[in-house]
């Protein structure tokens, strides 16, 4: 049988119990085709880049699939019957990861007001106008230097 990761985004405006609801559907048509489910994972509500079918965020989920490519078929002919699912997306990948998804691991590694070490920032900022790496610029020449030479200032 082959391995798969499957992600699918459910309309907004539905419950997480019914995301769940779903989940298990898809899960028993999985398992009725003879393939199993590895781990099942909710990502909860996420905004989307754009609008999908008027929805501006969408309920995550992710299953580690271990079917045949008939039932992951199935499956997803199902998904596009129903209304509630919105995308839908299935990855054939040669082993699955194991321990907590990257979206999972981003969620435990801390809030967003903890933003780690960023360095020195007593000079100002790096961007555009501030400090930066570059190295500090040779004194210029005094305008004298250049009224000899010629040039005009």
């Avoid at 199993?36 to 880049?49: N, P, Q, R, T």
């Avoid at 078929?73 to 509630?84: C, L, P, T, V, Y």
């Avoid at 990855?91 to 990257?102: L, T």
Wanted: aromatic share 6%; hydrophobic share 35%.
């Amino acid at each position: 049988m082959a391995l798969y990761e499957h992600i699918y985004m459910a309309r907004q405006d539905v419950t997480a119990q019914q995301v769940e609801a779903l989940t298990e559907q898809f899960k028993g048509v999985i398992e009725a085709n003879g393939g199993k489910i590895a781990k099942v994972e909710y990502w909860g509500v996420k905004s989307l880049a754009y609008r999908i079918k008027k929805n501006r965020k969408a309920h995550f989920s992710l299953l580690n699939i271990d079917a045949p490519p008939a039932a992951v078929a199935e499956m997803e002919r199902q998904m596009s019957i129903n209304e509630d699912v919105l995308r839908v997306l299935t990855i054939r990948v040669e082993a699955h990861e194991d321990g907590p998804s990257a979206m999972m691991r981003k969620r435990e590694d801390g809030d967003r007001d903890d933003r780690g070490d960023r360095g020195d920032r007593s000079r100002g900022g790096g961007g555009r106008f501030g400090g930066g790496d570059r190295p500090d610029r040779a004194p210029r020449r005094p305008r004298e230097d250049f009224a000899n030479e010629g040039g005009q200032f």
